[in-house]
């Protein structure tokens, strides 16, 4: 499943990211890597979303989330 079509207050599995490369590569800076651990702190009636990942807290666009696929079973 997507990002975006994720729930607030679970966590998942971060599965692939599908996104330009340029973009890609800062999240992987970030922290945000396939088989990496991500949390919906909440989402914005627009799309946006507050994640945390890696004990830092980010916001996402709604594009992006669109492109970022993730797996439920990801322990919290």
């Keep these: 499943m ?3 079509d994720g729930e607030p207050g679970k966590t998942y599995e971060v599965c692939a990211i599908h996104l330009a ?3 890609e590569r800062r ?3 970030l922290g945000l ?3 990496g651990k991500i ?4 989402k ?3 799309g946006a979303m507050i994640v945390k990942f890696r004990g830092s807290r980010f916001a996402l666009g709604k594009r992006m ?3 970022i696929q993730i797996r439920e079973g990801a322990e919290q």
């Design 44 to 46: 914005k009636p627009r």
């Design 27 to 29: 999240l992987e800076a």
């Design 39 to 42: 949390q919906i702190l909440g």
């Design 2 to 4: 997507r990002l975006c």
């Design 65 to 67: 989330t669109e492109k």
């Design 33 to 35: 890597t396939p088989g």
């Design 21 to 23: 490369m340029q973009m």
